[in-house]
């Protein structure tokens, strides 16, 4: 079975860090493009960050340039988001989504082309 599962939100201060890891399982993550995408309350869902099928490209939304970083690890089958400075707007729900598709990274991070989504962890920034 196909199963995508991110963990490592929670609460978190202004300012303070926090690292979300997406672990898959039922198929191998070194076929698929990854993206973390993020939903917050009465808004669409929206790219984060994408990362290529090899690792070796990838792509960071404006509002995040700079603050998270993605990375893959292959052999683990594990993609992460570290993200650090985080402010109040980064309040959300964030979910990991991959995809098959041959697609360069910065236009493949849109949800409407991902295969597979996972069911989201919340990450809430406040004092």
């Known amino acids: 079975q196909l199963q995508l599962v991110e963990s490592g939100g929670g609460l978190v201060q202004p300012g303070g860090s926090r690292r979300l890891s997406c672990a898959a399982s039922g198929f191998a993550l070194g076929y698929y493009a990854i993206g973390w995408f993020r939903q917050a309350p009465g808004k669409e869902r929206e790219g984060v960050s994408c990362i290529s099928s090899s690792g070796g490209s990838t792509h960071y939304e404006d509002s995040v340039k700079g603050r998270f970083t993605i990375s893959k690890d292959n052999t683990k089958n594990m993609v992460y988001l570290q993200m650090n400075s985080l402010k109040p707007e980064d309040t959300a729900v964030y979910f990991c989504?991959?995809?098959?598709?041959?697609?360069?990274?910065?236009?493949?991070?849109?949800?409407?082309?991902?295969?597979?989504w996972g069911k989201g962890t919340l990450v809430i920034v406040s004092s």
């Open positions: 989504a991959a995809s098959g598709r041959m697609t360069a990274v910065q236009a493949l991070c849109n949800p409407a082309l991902m295969d597979y």
